[in-house]
Each structure stands twice: as C-alpha cells, then as structure tokens.
C-alpha cells in the first residue's frame, strides 16, 4: 500500500474504534471519500482490509457495514494473539535461528530504528513502520516451524483490532504516537535479543506483553485513558 492509503486506513481504524461510523453503519466509498478528503482508490483498499480485519462486512453487492464488536472481543483477539505469537517465539528460540531469519529479523529492527530516528512521525513514517512490523511478526511466525500456529493466528487476525497490521495511528496527537512507535520499536529489539540468546520463556513473554502496545499504553505515554477500542 501506498503512504496515502496506508494513512486512509488507520484514519478509519480509529474512527471506527471511537465509535464515529458507528455498529451497524452502512459505509460507502463516495462519501467516505468525500469526508476524508481522499479519492475514492485508498476508501475501497482500506475497505477490503478493514473486511478482513473483522471491522466491517459487506452489505450488498457495494457497501459495507460497520461490525459490532465489543471491549471483550477485542481484549480476547488480542490475547489469543499474544499467546500464539508467543508460542511462536518460544519454538523459535528453542530450535535457534537459521542465518536468513536472523538476518530478516535483524534487518526489521535496524530499519526500524532508522525510521524512528528523526524523532517525528509522517505519513511515510507510518506506512514504512506498518510494512517493517507486518515482516517482522511474519518472519517469527513462518520461521517457527509450526503450521497450525500460523494457521491460528491467520485466522485470529479476521477479529477485530487482533492482527498485528491493525495499527490505530491518532494524526492528532503525532508526538504521543511515535512514543508508541518507539516502545514497540524497543520490544522487537528485546524479542530479537532474547531469540538470538536461545531465551524461550523470556521470548514467548516479551511477544504475549508486544501484543498489548497498542491498547494498554496509551495512558502511560500520554495517550488517554487504558482501554481498547469500543
């Protein structure tokens, strides 16, 4: 995706976690379009995403609809999740790390360090963090040598805000958000450490607690109260 779509995307990630389209809203992409001041090309990719996220369902043969979902559902996802991912790291500790997924892990937390440095976020910044941390959680999962874990968080990913894409960015608070960025930086840092340490337990726990940044840090790091989208 694009920088722009990208940026579409968590826009209405995060409107619909405020409640602004609201359960049950039908949503289409001409007045989404014309509400974000977008064209009509990153409303239909965001829409497919959100579909699959679990955010929205389709309603005819050209809307959607906004799902109804809960506070629990959303801590569940994300506890399924940071359970299996952590499973997924403990396996790969355990077996060691071939060169090339050291290397690919490697790679993702320099990249993101690099992006990170300037110390501001921008639309690129976003969308380059989104494509570093989709490889690094990928690259865990693939490599640990387990299908049915992969085939578990696959299907995980369809329930709201569970998947590790589902990156909820608020455009108006930048300088709190990159303080998320920042720390979710330094946990793939710590998971990377502990991987290439043979560390199982250290790294299945840093991947179940990476699972909670984006909902449960927010009140530390200047972001509002700690609770999940509603």
């Given at each position: 995706?694009?920088?722009?779509?990208?940026?579409?995307?968590?826009?209405?990630?995060?409107?619909?976690?405020?409640?602004?389209?609201?359960?049950?809203?039908?949503?289409?992409?001409?007045?989404?379009?014309?509400?974000?001041?977008?064209?009509?090309?990153?409303?239909?990719?965001?829409?497919?995403?959100?579909?699959?996220?679990?955010?929205?369902?389709?309603?005819?043969?050209?809307?959607?609809?906004?799902?109804?979902?809960?506070?629990?559902?959303?801590?569940?996802?994300?506890?399924?999740?940071?359970?299996?991912?952590?499973?997924?790291?403990?396996?790969?500790?355990?077996?060691?790390?071939?060169?090339?997924?050291?290397?690919?892990?490697?790679?993702?937390?320099?990249?993101?360090?690099?992006?990170?440095?300037?110390?501001?976020?921008?639309?690129?910044?976003?969308?380059?963090?989104?494509?570093?941390?989709?490889?690094?959680h990928h690259a865990i999962i693939d490599a640990c040598g387990s299908r049915a874990i992969a085939d578990a968080i696959a299907r995980n990913n369809h329930l709201p805000f569970a998947s590790s894409d589902s990156i909820i960015i608020d455009?108006?608070?930048?300088?709190?958000?990159?303080?998320?960025?920042?720390?979710?930086?330094?946990?793939?840092?710590?998971?990377?450490?502990?991987?290439?340490a043979g560390e199982a337990a250290r790294a299945e726990m840093l991947m179940r607690e990476h699972a909670y940044v984006g909902v449960r840090y927010g009140h530390l790091l200047g972001l509002g109260p700690a609770q999940p989208p509603a």
């Amino acid at each position: 995706m694009s920088a722009d779509s990208i940026q579409v995307l968590t826009t209405l990630r995060k409107l619909i976690s405020e409640g602004r389209y609201a359960p049950g809203e039908r949503m289409a992409e001409i007045p989404v379009a014309e509400q974000l001041g977008v064209s009509r090309t990153p409303v239909r990719l965001a829409f497919r995403t959100l579909e699959q996220e679990g955010l929205l369902e389709k309603a005819g043969a050209r809307g959607y609809l906004v799902r109804r979902f809960s506070e629990q559902d959303v801590l569940c996802g994300l506890e399924v999740r940071g359970v299996l991912e952590g499973l997924a790291a403990r396996r790969l500790a355990e077996h060691g790390l071939a060169r090339d997924v050291r290397e690919a892990l490697h790679d993702c937390v320099r990249r993101g360090a690099e992006l990170l440095q300037p110390g501001e976020l921008s639309a690129a910044t976003i969308a380059g963090w989104s494509e570093i941390n989709a490889r690094f959680h990928h690259a865990i999962i693939d490599a640990c040598g387990s299908r049915a874990i992969a085939d578990a968080i696959a299907r995980n990913n369809h329930l709201p805000f569970a998947s590790s894409d589902s990156i909820i960015i608020d455009t108006t608070r930048l300088a709190q958000e990159y303080e998320k960025l920042r720390v979710a930086q330094l946990q793939h840092a710590l998971v990377l450490d502990a991987l290439q340490a043979g560390e199982a337990a250290r790294a299945e726990m840093l991947m179940r607690e990476h699972a909670y940044v984006g909902v449960r840090y927010g009140h530390l790091l200047g972001l509002g109260p700690a609770q999940p989208p509603a």
